[in-house]
């Protein structure tokens, strides 16, 4: 379906002097843009029209602005308004100089256990705010993530949040571009609507990656990575990468439970073994390596070798049996 054609620089679209193109969704185009009425530099968020029609993606435009109206704090992208302009609705933020965290890790990962835990941490913070508001962001990636010139991550893109007023919109009803698996908690890929817990999973995930450059699950297909958050083990960080202390592999192992249930209750809870690595209880990392311990034997060459001889057994006795049985 054609997209409508973007503005350029120096148009203007209502009060707004467009000064560049910043990016392109699947639902938006997003400016740099000049407001002549405050004189102030913003952020243009214009849905595609294309998608005004279609009830999923209008509902997460508004979701959007509900979220943006209802939280103040620093981690969170600033909304500063809405408005409709020849029929088109757009909103306005913040404007945030600096870097996407995809950026940062494609720059500098793996990026230091203290700088990780900083960036997390106030990550973790924005997003216990969202959560006592009744919000859940369920698309947290680095791409979601901005890092403002003196350090404070900013938190993007509401637009599949969970909010007390939400209907239902699942990931089935959006584009492919409404989000990447890498960070999807497992009853995300089951179909379910996630609650805190699931924030705090692609929390954990993102931690792993600031850490080794990597997700903890990889494949040659979205369905590839789904199948592994669903079935994988995750990796024991402070084997895979030797400066990370057990305490911080503790708490992203924490994370990164596959049940809801065994991972943080909250993200207050979170923050808190990040502010207190020395009282980390480390003896879920146990419980990893024999999960992986038991995968690995599964898997190995060993386990196929007996396995083939058994079913080759198996086939033989059973076509002895069958010839006996016609004598």
Same mark, same amino acid.
């Given at each position: ?20 193109? =910043? $990016?392109? !969704? @699947?639902?938006?185009? #997003?400016y740099r843009a000049f407001?002549? +009425? *405050?004189? /102030? ?40 308004g809405s408005g409709r302009?020849?029929?088109t609705p757009y909103l ?54 901005? =890092? $403002?010139? !003196? @350090?404070?991550?900013? #938190? ?5 949040? +969970? *909010?007390? /007023? ?162």
């Open positions: 379906m054609p997209k409508t054609s973007m503005l350029q620089i120096g148009d203007q679209f209502d009060h707004f002097q467009i000064q560049g193109h =910043i $990016a392109q !969704g @699947g639902m938006s185009d #997003i407001d002549l +009425l *405050t004189s /102030k530099d913003v952020v243009l968020k214009i849905p595609d029209k294309m998608s005004i029609g279609d009830p999923a993606q209008y509902e997460r435009f508004q979701r959007e602005l509900e979220v943006m109206r209802t939280l103040q704090h620093p981690a969170i992208l600033k909304g500063l302009f020849n029929s306005v933020t913040e404007l945030i100089e600096g870097e996407s965290m995809r950026a940062l890790i494609g720059r500098a990962a793996p990026v230091s256990s203290n700088e990780s835990i900083s960036l997390i941490r106030k990550i973790a913070d924005g997003l216990a705010h969202c959560h006592d508001n009744q919000i859940i962001h369920r698309d947290l990636k680095p791409e979601n993530i901005l =890092i $403002a010139t !003196g @350090g404070q991550p900013v #938190i993007l893109d509401f637009g599949l949040a +969970l *909010t007390k /007023k939400s209907f239902r919109v699942t990931y089935a009803n959006l584009s492919s571009t409404a989000g990447t698996p890498d960070y999807m908690a497992p009853e995300q890929i089951e179909g379910q609507r996630g609650d805190v817990r699931t924030d705090i999973y692609a929390v954990g995930t993102m931690l792993f990656e600031l850490l080794t450059g990597r997700t903890p699950f990889s494949g040659d297909s979205n369905l590839a990575v789904m199948a592994q958050h669903l079935s994988g083990s995750v990796p024991r960080l402070d084997k895979i990468q030797p400066n990370v202390s057990p305490q911080l592999a503790a708490v992203v192992a924490k994370c990164l439970q596959r049940e809801p249930k065994d991972r943080y209750t909250d993200m207050h809870a979170l923050v808190h073994d990040l502010d207190h690595l020395e009282q980390v209880d480390v003896s879920i990392l146990e419980k990893v390596t024999e999960v992986s311990a038991m995968k690995a034997f599964w898997r190995s060459p060993a386990f196929k070798a007996v396995a083939s001889t058994l079913l080759l057994l198996g086939v033989i006795i059973v076509l002895a049996i069958v010839l006996k049985s016609l004598r």
